[in-house]
């Protein structure tokens, strides 16, 4: 992420406008959260290595949802 763009995205995520990727996964139970992102083509766009990362790991199952809303820490949580 460029950190020059940090303060937009700061003010999207303050506001409930920011876009995120919940990504859950069983076995670990563990849910992940990936942004923010003002647009959600550039969530889109990167999202794929964040999931390929998280596929090594070898979960039983994994699901991607993407939301526009406000997300604070943590951005990992388990069970």
Same mark, same amino acid.
């Given at each position: 992420?460029?950190?020059?763009?940090?303060?937009?995205?700061?003010?999207?995520?303050?506001?409930?406008?920011?876009?995120?990727?919940?990504?859950?996964?069983?076995?670990?139970?563990?849910?992940?959260?990936?942004?923010?992102?003002?647009?959600?083509?550039?969530? #889109? !766009?990167?999202?794929?290595?964040? @999931? /390929?990362? &998280? *596929?090594? #790991? !070898?979960?039983?199952?994994?699901? @991607? /949802?993407? &939301? *526009?809303?406000?997300?604070?820490?943590?951005?990992?949580?388990?069970?």
């Amino acid at each position: 992420m460029n950190p020059l763009l940090w303060p937009v995205r700061s003010c999207a995520n303050g506001l409930g406008l920011a876009w995120w990727a919940r990504v859950r996964t069983q076995s670990p139970d563990v849910t992940y959260w990936f942004g923010p992102f003002v647009r959600r083509r550039t969530l #889109e !766009a990167q999202l794929p290595a964040f @999931v /390929e990362d &998280l *596929r090594a #790991e !070898a979960p039983a199952s994994l699901e @991607v /949802e993407l &939301l *526009r809303t406000r997300r604070g820490e943590p951005l990992t949580e388990l069970g």
